[in-house]
């Protein structure tokens, strides 16, 4: 037997594995980068020009600001909450534990409509808290605290996902060394276990960020959609798309799209060069 | 002795830690799912069922969760075969299909659901084409589930990789030293290995699909009883400021969600038991 | 045993999986570099959130019903041009479109509207009743405060294949009628209301009538624009009863060639009025803002552009005679006739009312 014809007992037939390979790829093909080529395609259909100055009409424009903005205070906070319960959960032993983490994890399991109806059930205006906040002229509902709650509450778990399994693994050895060498509470934080978590807090931040950005169904709900005031991008995508403004939906889509794509090259980049500190790699 | 509470530990930040987590928990998750549990409570258990138990209710529910079923055992079957070409095979173009598989996860669902629906529509590129054979795809739960197969997809696929990439060859040279033709190898050897994980990511990708809203409800036609998703109920009823309805029905599918999120720790348990980790 | 001991055991001092290149690269590197990105990005997206413009510019929100989107766009950008024109700061004008009901709910729950722009008078009578607005605002602005009318007509697809030529045909077996939902859409009513006015007139009983025809209604958006998006864009149904400005521009949007437009025997005068919230004005100069915007409405730039956005509009001085002409005489029924909105919103889109009681729950 030549070795040209030599195939090992754990390979399958070169026939099997292009045919796999090749399901493959169609299959994600089909399913995945067609409809990513699709928005590329919608928002350039008039030409790049055209496309560009619709990112500049005032909807648009509104929307980016909001949706940065949101992102820039309910990511930080998301991001404090993660590192918080993270240390909370790996650093101390308590009774519980697998409650807590079954709790921080239900964001992930409630549909993001049932996440924006307990916002505008807990803090409406037919409610006590929220009846007497828009009292006072600090609504909640139908203004921007109401989408940074809800999108909290969307993208909650995805810091301490990451860091969880990560900090349970680096083990405590390190910071109680520190501590025995006399560093304080903070110290020992800042220049011990920061460092060793901090790409696992980037890939939680970066998952959080992308997830915050793009949120629809929570902020659906509690926003009044107000064009230029609670107007998030994924909101004006469906109004202007309802609009008969197809080029500048798919244009704002494609931003959102675009930030998808850095978001996942990121991700990869950290997942190839840090792989030994990501929950993800290490995650069954 | 019995365990208590807190273990005293020389660990710092123990106030600090704990204050931080336990107030954000409560502020932004659990208050406000309390408000629902309160609404729904106050609106009586039989308020709710009287809600609930409606046909188009019940058609709303039984669609989401049929179609994120079926969608998801699609996900399932194809999810490991992505995560077995992913690892066993080296082709040109296979770390841009490995990051390509995240997509889902990390495009919003608004996004996904204007460009699904631009593609299946009867305009759109695969869409024109289903119409001539006749087929209608969007606008139809055909488009619903394409949208809920695209939402649960990285699920099982990255679920299952880390174990694919953990088999150790010996099992599988014992298994052809045994005789055993690659066929069965990989049907009696392999996949029973890879099941806990793939029923892991299959929950999930359900998980996810069942309380979907963006990416669906632009390619649904939200005809009530035949393309009308759970979600759009409650906001149907919130629109008409129907807050006990409203929250009746997001009672019903926090239910849902419970039951699948209990079914994952379920599947996990039990897999920890028979192979050891999961 | 001591978890200490227990972790020295199973796992090295600084994790699992470390080489020692790995271990020089945790450790080489400080964190601060870490924090002046941090704060880059911080204070960049903070000087990008924060709000511009000069510190005298005034903010107005007009609460809108569902179809007067481009309307508004179109006279936002008029106004704010006429507004600076004559020696202003630019105005921060804002819009939320919805079903009529809806958004009058919106305002009473606290959105903070100045000036709301709604389908129908009940819908802004409810806002006065909660005390947002005096109860005699009707009359404070021409024509009962509605700068513009309209009235509804049929939409049907190209060359009208169910041959729909009037109220009676909509109630025949096989049609699919698309309308959106009177419990949020002022359009809604408003094609109930000409469903019913069409059945008194023509001696059936209006009751049995109306329910019939929405027992040929497959689905009830929520909004005007909705029901367009859901016969249009989604090929929906066979007739569309739609706004008259919203079935024009459908077709101008989506092409003549798809769609008709058929004009039936009698049809409601549909009033959509306009005004100002007054608890929700803060300062004299929004107040002057407010006022501006609402004259703007019936001046004759506004009312051109309320005549080139198929509304009916009063005042035809600077409007493009094509625009003017495009409306064909109709017999139009006014809510005088049916009783006024103060009965007939409680009779028949109160809960409990006569839609209730047609209307079959799918």
Known sequence: ?284 | MKAPLIHRSPMPGLGLSMGITLTMLSLVVLIPIGALLLKGASYGPAGIWETVNRPRVWAALFLSFRLSLIAALVNLVFGVLLAWVLVRYRFPGRRLLDAAVDLPFALPTAVAGISLTALYAPTGAFGSLADQIGWKIAYTQWGILIALIFVGLPFVARTVQPVIEEIEREVEEASATLGASRLYTLRHVILPMLMPAALTGFALALARAVGEYGSVIFIAGNIPLVTEIAPLLIIIQLEEFNYDAAAAIGIAMLLISFALLLAINLIQVWSRRRIGHV | MHPILTNARTIPAQGPHLTTAALRRLTARPIHRLRGLAAGLALATLGLGSVPGPALAQSLLNVSYDPTRELYREINAAFTAFWTAQGNPAPSLEVSHGGSGSQARAVIDGLSAQVVTLALASDIDRIAAAGRLPADWQSKLPHNSSPYTSTIVFLVREGNPKGIADWGDLVAEGVQVITPNPKTSGGARWNYLAAWAWAEKNGRDPREFVGALYRNVPVLDQGARGSTTTFAQRGIGDVLLAWENEAHLALKEIGEDRFDIVVPSVSILAEPPVALVEANIQTDDQRKLAEAYLAFLYSPEGQAIAFRNFYRAWDSSQAAPEDVARFPALELIDIASLGGWAKVQPEHFGDGGIFDQIYVQP
């Open chain 1, 1 to 284: 037997m030549s070795d040209a014809t030599f195939r090992p007992a754990t390979e399958e037939t070169p026939l099997a594995r292009r045919l796999l390979i090749a399901l493959a790829v169609l299959g994600l093909g089909l399913l995945v980068l067609a409809p990513l080529v699709v928005v590329f395609v919608e928002a350039l259909r008039q030409g790049v020009g055209e496309a560009l100055a619709s990112l500049t009409h005032r909807d648009a424009w509104a929307a980016i600001r909001l949706t940065l903005t949101i992102a820039a205070i309910s990511v930080p906070l998301n991001a404090i909450f993660g590192v918080a319960a993270a240390w909370f959960i790996t650093k101390f032993d308590f009774r519980g534990k697998a409650v807590l983490i079954t709790l921080i994890d239900l964001p992930f399991s409630v549909s993001p409509v049932v996440a924006g109806l307990c916002i505008v059930l807990t803090f409406g205006a037919n409610t006590a808290i929220g009846g007497w906040l828009v009292g006072q002229g600090y609504p909640i509902v139908f203004a921007m605290p109401g989408i940074i709650l809800a999108t909290m509450f969307v993208t909650f778990p995805f810091v301490a996902r990451e860091l969880i399994p990560v900090m349970i693994e680096q083990g405590r050895t390190e910071e109680e060394a520190a501590l025995t060498l006399g560093a304080g509470g903070w110290r020992v934080f800042w220049t011990v276990t920061l460092p060793n978590i901090r790409w696992a807090l980037l890939y939680g931040v970066l998952l959080c960020n992308a997830r915050a950005m793009g949120e629809f169904g929570a902020v659906a709900v509690v926003s009044g959609k107000i064009r230029g005031q609670t107007a998030t991008i994924p909101t004006t995508i469906e109004m202007l798309y309802q609009e008969y403004l197809s080029v500048a939906a798919f244009t704002l889509a494609a931003v959102l799209a675009l930030l998808a794509l850095v978001t996942l090259l990121l991700k990869t980049l950290l997942e190839l060069r840090h792989a030994d500190q990501l929950a993800a790699t290490h995650r069954h």
